[in-house]
């Protein structure tokens, strides 16, 4: 699976992104997806998980209630809702592709994926 990661840039504080990744290689819908973020001088965080069947999500609290994870197989897209950004949310945005045979498991930990885009920044201005 190889993974494309889109719709990274600068935004102000309020406003909204969309992000999406696009993936090709293999069948698409046996793979739970993530996002993960990396701000300057910090460590990858988990942002937001789906499983391959698009009804189980988790998002770390600190996104909850702002952004939405959502995914269209049909497309081998998915996407993430980013509104009422944060300059905290400045990072560079990974997403992330794990096969995985359940289709309501959702993975929320960087180690369990296999494959990685290749990132895309956002920066937020306050």
């Known amino acids: 699976v190889q993974l494309q990661a889109s719709g990274g840039g600068l935004a102000q504080a309020g406003d909204s992104l969309r992000l999406s990744c696009t993936a090709s290689?293999?069948?698409?819908?046996?793979?739970?997806m993530g996002w993960f973020r990396q701000a300057p001088g910090k460590e990858r965080e988990f942002v937001a998980t789906?499983?391959?069947?698009?009804?189980?999500?988790y998002y770390a609290d600190s996104v909850k209630g702002r952004f939405t994870i959502s995914r269209a197989n049909a497309k081998n897209t998915m996407y993430l809702q980013m509104n009422s950004l944060k300059p905290e949310d400045t990072a560079v945005y990974y997403c992330?592709?794990?096969?995985?045979?359940?289709?309501?498991?959702?993975?929320?930990?960087?180690?369990?994926?296999?494959?990685w885009g290749q990132g895309t920044l956002v920066t937020v201005s306050s």
């Open positions: 789906i499983s391959w069947g698009g009804k189980s999500l």
């Open positions: 992330a592709a794990t096969e995985e045979p359940a289709s309501t498991t959702v993975r929320a930990l960087a180690r369990e994926y296999e494959y």
């Open positions: 290689g293999r069948t698409w819908s046996n793979y739970a």
